[in-house]
């Protein structure tokens, strides 16, 4: 079986034909997915989601592209659902420096990233995180606000030599669509370094469809490319690569 530990569900391409995106995912094997949030819509339609369909679970948080204007009273009211059984992680929360150029921009980003890591350690869960282009920051923030149960680092884009601290923080590594992009250099170095206990798949649907895919609406059906990819890579039997993947993704949401 197969967690699409990152996918957004919530999103309009896939929410409009979500029965059949759900269909064909499960034809291969497809039976868990952890829906991500991004704001507060996404947030709560996640949530309704995830009590609708079996195998759905929620994570709520803001992205770092959608701070702006989010008022205390927004985020009050997406994280009081934290308590509710089917939201798994607080997601997906972290910087992004390829969209946002200005210090001050950025410094918010901080602020609220740092907010909701302790919010996640208040509440006892784990994180997703999205990192674009802010690998220091971003550690540094980690490093000084350790996420103490656990999560992930969702599409992760650093280098092997990141890897170590990131592992070091007690993160799970997540690898989607970019592992199979044939000038993948680095991602698939780190597919090779990354020990399997530490790794989680995902698809970042309807985004990064991967190759020979590419610049399609992603679906988590596509997850099997990526899981191909992961097999040829690490050169063991595809059956053991899916049985710890699928038990490490039970272990960190705690599903
Ligand atoms: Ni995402």
């Known amino acids: 079986m197969i967690f699409d530990t990152h996918c957004h569900l919530n999103s309009e391409e896939l929410y409009s034909r979500i029965d059949e995106v759900l269909s064909d995912a499960r034809k291969v ?7 991500v949030g991004w ?13 609708q369909y079996e195998g759905i679970y929620a994570a709520i948080g803001f992205h770092p592209t959608d701070i702006d204007g989010v008022t205390e009273e ?15 992680a607080v ?19 901080k ?26 920051d971003c550690l540094k923030i980690l490093k000084e606000y350790p996420p103490l149960y656990s999560g ?14 990131v ?32 790794l989680l798949v995902e698809t970042d649907s309807p985004y ?20 191909d990819e992961i097999t040829r890579i690490k050169g063991i039997s595809k059956k053991h690569i899916l049985d710890v993947i699928y038990e490490n993704s039970c272990k960190v949401f705690h599903v």
């Open 29 to 35: 094997g497809v039976d868990k997915f952890l829906v």
């Open 39 to 51: 704001d507060k819509a996404s947030s709560l339609l996640a949530i309704k989601l995830a009590h």
């Open 74 to 88: 927004d985020f009050q009211e997406v994280m009081n659902h934290i308590n509710d059984s089917k939201v798994v």
């Open 91 to 109: 997601g997906e929360i972290g910087l992004d420096y390829h969209w946002v150029k200005d210090p001050a921009q950025r410094q918010k980003q």
């Open 111 to 136: 602020e609220w990233f740092i907010k909701q890591i302790k919010f996640a350690n208040e509440h006892k869960k784990p994180i997703s995180i999205h990192n674009r282009e802010a690998f220091e």
């Open 152 to 165: 992930v680092m969702h599409c992760y884009s650093g280098s092997v030599e990141l890897l170590k601290d």
């Open 167 to 198: 592992l070091n923080l007690g993160l799970y590594i997540g690898l989607d669509g970019p592992l199979t992009f044939t000038n993948a250099k680095t991602p698939k170095e780190v597919c090779e370094c990354v020990p399997l206990e530490r």
């Open 208 to 227: 990064l469809a991967p190759h020979p895919l590419r610049g399609t609406v992603n679906e988590p059906k596509n997850i099997a490319l990526v899981i």
